[in-house]
């Protein structure tokens, strides 16, 4: 993680484009943690799962060019995100934590 802190640019945000609600899939996840909502600032996100009951704030959050990279504490794990924008509503990437790995796939929430 240290070497993709290092290489991306730190005054990086994310482009109005991509701000906003995303629904999201992480379709091998752990039972719970497998859908639900990210929504992006210029420089954090906010993760909502679908049957959860508390909002998980990112950390580390850095862009480069057609990447977001960030880490996320859920309930006591952290989790490495690592998302690359597809086009205007669709973002796919992987979420890694200590004993497994989702692919993700991010859709734009029509608001």
């Not at 379709?27 to 992006?40: L, R």
Request: charged residues 20%.
């Amino acid at each position: 993680m240290f070497f993709l802190s290092g290489t991306l640019s730190l005054n990086a945000q994310v482009k109005k484009t991509y701000q906003g609600k995303w629904n999201f899939e992480a379709p091998t996840a752990p039972e719970g943690y497998n859908s639900g909502t990210i929504t992006f600032k210029a420089d954090s996100s906010i993760m909502e799962f679908t049957y959860g009951y508390y909002p998980y704030y990112s950390s580390r959050l850095r862009v480069k060019s057609d990447s977001i990279i960030y880490t996320t504490n859920v309930d006591g794990e952290i989790v490495l995100f690592s998302l690359k924008i597809k086009g205007k509503s669709n973002i796919t990437g992987d979420a890694v934590w200590s004993t497994g790995q989702s692919e993700m796939i991010l859709t734009k929430k029509e608001e």
